[in-house]
């Protein structure tokens, strides 16, 4: 299981928010069998297009007027993730 970091910026205020997956681990996202691209959509649940993506050194991409990318991508056991469930953090 990973959990995932994501960094949102609108305008000047920025912030990160999570997501998890069940089915991956970081070496699988390490290896590129789910990508930075693949997370966002889901994430904000559209598809992001090569129009979105705008900076290759972090890879970021155009959400309307927000910038989206992956912070950061950890590897969690199955207790804390229903731990984090549990105190509503996912």
Known sequence: MILVNVGIQDGEREYSDWTYYENFNQTDYLEGEI???EILSEFLGLSLTDD???DKDEEKYWND???VW???VLNI???DLKTLKQYGIL
Do not use: L, M, P
């Open 65 to 67: 007027t927000s910038a």
């Open 52 to 54: 979105d993506y705008f």
């Open 77 to 79: 056991s199955e207790q």
């Open 70 to 72: 992956v912070n950061n």
């Open 35 to 37: 990508t930075d691209r």
